[in-house]
């Protein structure tokens, strides 16, 4: 190991012991998590180096890189969402934006034609479609839950379960990309993106870097409202009993 990683490494054991102290001395009870956390992100970082090393020599294992990406995303969403079932609708959510993004970007020639570069580009689209239809889930699931005697009153009136809906479903959207928006309106003013350092790093001229982060972002903002809505609509067509228009009770913890 070289001097720098040492030094490294040494910084990254040293944040997480600051963190875990701050959470123990706070009373939060999340001195366990931070570590967990911080000690699961070194070995998956570490790991995925060793892999993208093995990618870059054998180019036909990024499609399975990619794969492991969405399914990771997949059960990750599924999970926070807490709906029994939704795997098929939320890889819908998650890999239709993002493939059809990528796929924008790469055909434009906005990001390099490398693998990496391919797979980095992916993997940001992928990750923002999974934030999205985690929050907007768990948003709407408790929209539901709270709105409840409110839902059931309009379908007495004769609405539809989509309409009768479509007010948690609105708010639970707008829930889901409060982390998206921030981020596009103070890009540059308080954070540098990661796509921006990177292609900087890289040799790129800043001008030529804040394009392309521009085009990466504002791709990101549509695929993460396009997962946010295809997830919202799934988990309420999801709930809706077959045959009638009601929906289906949700768990206490739901």
Do not use: K, Y
Not at 40 to 52: E, N
């Amino acid at each position: 190991m070289s001097g720098q990683a040492g030094t490294q490494l040494a910084l990254v054991v040293g944040f997480a012991a600051i963190a875990i102290t701050i959470a123990r001395v706070a009373g939060v009870g999340l001195a366990g998590a931070l570590g967990r956390a911080a000690g699961r992100a070194t070995v998956q970082l570490l790991a995925v180096g060793a892999v993208l090393t093995v990618v870059l020599d054998h180019e036909w294992l990024a499609a399975v890189f990619v794969a492991v990406m969405l399914t990771t995303a997949t059960l990750t969403a599924r999970g926070r969402i807490g709906v029994p079932g939704m795997v098929p609708e939320v890889v819908v959510a998650i890999a239709i934006p993002a493939g059809l993004a990528a796929a924008a970007l790469l055909a434009a020639g906005a990001v390099p034609g490398s693998v990496i570069a391919a797979i980095a580009t992916i993997g940001i689209l992928i990750g923002g479609a999974m934030s999205a239809t985690s929050l907007t889930g768990r948003a709407l699931v408790r929209e539901l839950n709270r709105d409840l005697p409110r839902i059931e009153a309009r379908l007495c009136l004769g609405q539809r379960v989509r309409e009768a809906s479509g007010e948690a479903v609105r708010h639970a959207i707008v829930s889901g990309l409060v982390p998206a928006l921030d981020q596009t309106r103070t890009v540059g003013l308080i954070a540098l993106p990661g796509t921006f350092v990177g292609l900087v790093l890289g040799g790129a001229h800043p001008a030529e870097a804040a394009r392309v982060q521009l085009l990466v972002l504002v791709g990101l903002l549509a695929v993460e409202l396009s997962a946010a809505v295809l997830a919202a609509h799934a988990i309420v067509r999801h709930l809706t009993v077959s045959g009638a228009e009601r929906l289906a009770p949700l768990r206490p913890g739901e």
